[in-house]
């Protein structure tokens, strides 16, 4: 079996050998995020072999992975010790071929197009996506817990960057740089995250209400000190099948914290708006579903033109004029959205009015090949920046080309 040093000698030798002769290099892991991003392009460069718990310190609460490690493994391991990530990091549904060495078509490939599998997505994959779940509104984003990283330039020279505590991240911070970089910049091989203590207790509510009200409702408990954790509005068609009528407008609010904080919670939020608790078994299993995408929303539509937009907006966006209904997350941050590329301009026109982002997250099943303009940058001053960063990253543009923008 392959040792993770012997894995970073390999890895090293063939990033300077790619270096030397110009050839593009395609960092993979799992593959459970090959979704994301504008083009798979180049030679394939498996960081699976970068895999293992380099060192845990529960007490300190710090954990260093290799950053080829099973997103799974890791989570399993702080489980024992009654500790997370409380960002919540997807693991998405599917794994693209690892066989792969060219460009290929993404227009048939969604993280919900099949059965979750927790073993294909790797910390690596983790940071480089940067994308965090349910509980981002609360707890923070993946770049609030990289304490520090290690990584291989564009020139085949191992760096460090950060440390294993929060006092050591000074100046620039390249660590946290690299998150969701999309692993343009450097192929990260090791990771120190820092973990927090399971919450000693938790509660999902759920109330029926429309989305102009559910947004009023998440604004108003979030000026109190309430122990507000996840939230997920959606129009639920599944309703239905116990009501008899053709769905109906859901909020769904998940609380943590201490267990006296959590249930003076409940009683105060269902005293004020008509709700009802949920039993914990099933929330917990819808919440996972709504980490990896895997809600009834999330499924493809009949129709194949639609793709799904990711709208990142300030949580006091009221309701925006869409051409569908959404799936609101993030206390009104975030909001998802099955709508035509033709669309794209609209949707980024409001999302900008606001403050915010809009981006295609799936494209359609029609395209054969994947849509452009999955990440845009209109601050010609952020791009300029970007382009230093990778020119002095990855002189030569051998990592990931044109996977976060075209220009690269």
Known sequence: MQTMDSALRHITDHIRAASSNGTALRICGGGSKD??????????????????????????????????????????????????????PPHFAWSSSATATHAEPLGERAPSCGTADGSKATIGGMVAAGLSGPARASAGAVREYVLGLHLVNGLGEELVFGGQVMKNVAGYDVSRMMVGSMGTLGLITEVSL??????????????????????????????????LNA????????????????????????????VAAVEAACQKMLAEQTGQRMDNAQAQGDWELCRNQQLPFFARPADPCLA????????????????????VEWHGGLRWLWAPLHAAAALQAQAHAH????TLFVVPYVDSTRARGSFLLNNSAQMAIQQRLKQSMDPHGIFNPHRLFDAW
């Open 35 to 88: 979704f994301y991003g504008n083009h798979l392009e180049g030679e394939l460069l498996d960081t699976r072999g970068l895999s293992g718990i380099l060192s845990y310190e529960p007490t300190e609460l710090v954990v260093t992975v290799g950053a080829g490690t099973p997103l799974a493994e890791l989570e399993a391991l702080l489980a024992e010790h009654g500790q997370c990530l409380a960002f919540e």
């Open 194 to 227: 820092k973990v927090l203590p399971v919450a000693p207790a938790e509660a999902t509510l759920v109330f029926a209400m429309d989305q102009a009200s559910a947004l009023e409702c998440l604004h108003r408990w979030g000026g109190q000190p309430l122990p």
């Open 231 to 258: 939230s997920c509005w959606v129009h639920d068609d599944t309703a239905g099948e116990t009501t008899g009528n053709t769905g109906q407008d859901l909020l769904f609010v998940r609380l943590r914290g201490a």
């Open 308 to 327: 799904l937009w990711r709208l990142s907006v300030p949580q006091t966006t009221p309701v925006l004029d869409l051409p569908a209904s959404p799936l």
């Open 355 to 358: 403050g915010g982002n809009a």
